[in-house]
Structures are given as C-alpha cells and as structure tokens.
C-alpha cells in the first residue's frame, strides 16, 4: 500500500443491479417501471430551451416542491426534494443519524443502509425479520440513534399495517425513524398520513418506480418542518444545485397526469398478481409482494442456477447471495407480454 493510501476513506460500495446493453432482452433485475412515463414528458423534453443550460437551477426546488406539497397535502416547507431517494436517504442518514447508540434496521432490507453507515461511521444493529419476513416491532423497544426500514420492504417486498409503524413509532419518541417507502403506491396506505402526528418520522418516496422515472432521478421525503429544515441545512453544506431544470420540470410533468399514473400503477399491479399465480403453479413460494417485483423460491432448483440460466436465455432477475435469501429470485414485473415470455422460460427451465 502507498503511503498517502493510509488515510483514504475505504468503502465497500453498494452495488447496483446491472444494466445490460442488449437491444433484446427482458429486463426485471432493477425494479423498473417497464412503461414509458406520462405522454406530457415529451412535450416538457420539445419545449425544453438551451437557454435553461447556462444558468444555475433554482437552489430551493420551489416549483417541483410546491407541486408535491398539494399533490400530498402537506405544507411546502414539510417537503425536501433530491436526486432520487438514494440521494434523499443519504441525506437524511447523515442529518439525522448521529448518536452513540446503534440505529437499527431490518437484517434483510434495501443493501444501501449499511452501506452509508459504514460510510459515515454511524453504528448500526440489525434487527432479524420473522420466518415469515415481516417486522416484529417489539423487536424494536431497544436503545437506539434512530431507525430505518422500507415499507414494503425490499427485496422481500412485504408491507407493514399502519399499526405496526405506529406501534414502532410509539415506542421510541427519542428517535427519528424513516420510513423509506420506495414502493408504496403498489401497496396498501402510505405513513404519509402519519406525519403530523409524530414529529420524528419521516417518509421517502421517489419517482423510479411508480412513476417511470428512474433515468430522471427524483426523490422527496416529507415530515415535521423542523426536520425539513435540519435536512435543508446538511444539503445546503454539501451541494446547493441538486435538481436540474429539466428534471424539475419533467418530474412536475408526471405528477400533474394522475390519470395515467393511477392507470400504470394499477396495469402493474394486475400483472404482478397474475404473475404470482403462474409462479404458484409452477411450486414457488415467496412472501405475497406488495411491490412490483416478486420474491420467490423454488422447492427442487436453486435460485442461483435458475438465475443463471435466465440470463442465458437474455431475460434478468435480481439475485442476493446473503444469509436467509441466497435461493431467492427477485423479480420485477414488467409488461404482460414480457411476464408471459418470463413465464414460459421458467416452465423449460423447470421442466
Ligand atoms: N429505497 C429502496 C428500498 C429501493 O429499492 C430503491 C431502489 N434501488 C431506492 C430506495 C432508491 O431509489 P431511487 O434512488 O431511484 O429513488
């Protein structure tokens, strides 16, 4: 090692999904959204002017953050805006996540929270997952800096009741607990209703996945203003132009079209569950996925080698070689056709 290596910060980095170029290929490893975002992205990409490329971004994000203040109800200054939830929860880790005592999250759950604990040196716990893969939130009444987990969680894909984050939240007044809800328009109702009643959560969301913008990279959390405005300190002490113009105005471009929103949510969720019985019949189980991907098992054929054996065939899943999930498939849903294609490869592989 050189010398000046000595005192260089050392991470072991998250590792993202791959992003195969292949112009023929069935793409359910990343959790995208397969359709294309709202039809009014084209017309925000047409009127877009170079002149918008010479001047630096509005700092505050007013437009894009005043749309998802009325989309949400909630006060503008109750919303922070980033670049994509991972920037957001980056953020929000070092704001807020600055104790002695551990801060506490799933031991099966997105693989980027422990990365950016180890990155900033806050201690952490994890808490076991039940067999079944839902949380216990009397696992949760120990000491702790603050809690995360996603809800659904990922890549189990299983919510939690309303009740079991109230009971969490209950339970620990001292602690601000982040509820990461990357998924939850596939699922049951959001914590976002929560946070006027309790000043230490905070809820994040992002435009990736329901919203088919994952190329636009666009991420909010929402809670008390007190914390809002902790979070707006920390980004304003690390890079005051976040969001773009373009991306500003492509992400207010997805929330003013609800209808189409509402109908693509929907489509995928009709698919996921049609796509769960198929892998019934086929004899895998999985926890019942409240998100748009699936995580399944196979009785007789290891995850491994099914996964190896789809990406022969140019179709991608998602695979964890981690303790408890190591025979497990994550699968995205894509379009119907692409489900059923995915489908018909699974059964010859099988057979
Ligand atoms: N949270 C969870 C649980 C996720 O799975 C993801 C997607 N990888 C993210 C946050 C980050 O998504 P994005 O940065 O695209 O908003």
């Known amino acids: 090692m050189r010398t000046w290596e000595k005192n260089i910060r050392k991470v072991v980095p998250y590792v993202p999904g791959e992003q195969p170029k292949k112009a023929k290929?069935?793409?359910?490893?990343?959790?995208?959204?397969?359709?294309?975002?709202t039809?009014?992205?084209?017309?925000?990409?047409?009127?877009?002017?170079?002149?918008?490329?010479?001047?630096?971004?509005?700092?505050?994000?007013e437009d894009l953050t005043r749309c998802i203040s009325k989309t949400y109800g909630v006060k503008e200054n109750q919303v922070f805006t980033g670049i994509g939830s991972d920037d957001v929860l980056a953020l929000a880790f070092l704001t807020f996540f600055n104790s002695d005592d551990p801060i506490l999250f799933p031991d099966i759950t997105y693989s980027f929270y422990d990365v950016w604990a180890e990155l900033y040196k806050i201690k952490y716990k994890t808490v076991a997952l039940t067999e079944n893969f839902t949380i216990d939130?009397?696992?949760?009444?120990?000491k702790n800096g603050g809690i995360i987990f996603p809800n659904p969680n990922?890549?189990?894909?299983?919510?939690?009741?309303?009740?079991?984050?109230?009971?969490?939240?209950?339970?620990?007044?001292?602690?601000?607990?982040?509820?990461?809800e990357a998924y939850i328009d596939f699922a049951g109702p959001s914590a976002l209703s929560l946070v006027d009643r309790y000043d230490h959560l905070l809820v994040v969301q992002t435009f990736s996945k329901s919203r088919s913008m994952a190329g636009v990279r666009i991420g909010f959390a929402i809670g008390n203003e007190i914390l809002i405005s902790y979070l707006n300190d920390v980004k304003y002490s690390f890079n005051s132009y976040t969001l773009n113009e373009l991306t500003i105005r492509l992400g207010i471009a997805a929330l003013e079209d609800k209808n189409y929103f509402e109908k693509r949510v929907k489509q995928l969720i009709h698919t996921r569950e049609w796509t769960k019985s198929r892998l019934k019949e086929l004899s895998f189980s999985f926890p019942d996925s409240q998100g748009n991907f699936i995580f399944a098992s196979h009785p007789s054929k290891h995850a491994k080698e099914i996964v190896q054996e789809l990406k022969e065939r140019n179709i991608y899943v998602r695979y964890f070689d981690k303790p408890r999930i190591n025979n497990y498939l994550r699968?995205?849903?894509?379009?119907?056709?692409?489900?059923?294609?995915?489908?018909?490869?699974?059964?010859?592989i099988l057979k």
């Not at 290929?25 to 975002?37: A, G, R, S, V, W």
């Not at 079991?164 to 339970?171: D, G, S």
């Not at 699968?331 to 018909?344: A, H, L, P, R």
Request: proline share 10%; glycine share 2%; hydrophobic share 30%.
């Open 25 to 37: 290929m069935i793409k359910l490893n990343t959790n995208e959204n397969p359709y294309p975002p």
């Open 39 to 61: 039809p009014n992205a084209k017309k925000v990409l047409e009127e877009f002017h170079t002149e918008h490329l010479k001047l630096y971004p509005d700092p505050k994000i």
């Open 137 to 142: 939130p009397l696992d949760y009444r120990q």
């Open 154 to 180: 990922a890549p189990t894909g299983v919510y939690e009741s309303l009740d079991t984050i109230e009971e969490i939240l209950k339970e620990n007044p001292d602690s601000v607990v982040i509820v990461d």
């Open 331 to 348: 699968i995205t849903v894509g379009t119907e056709e692409e489900m059923e294609e995915f489908i018909d490869h699974l059964k010859d």
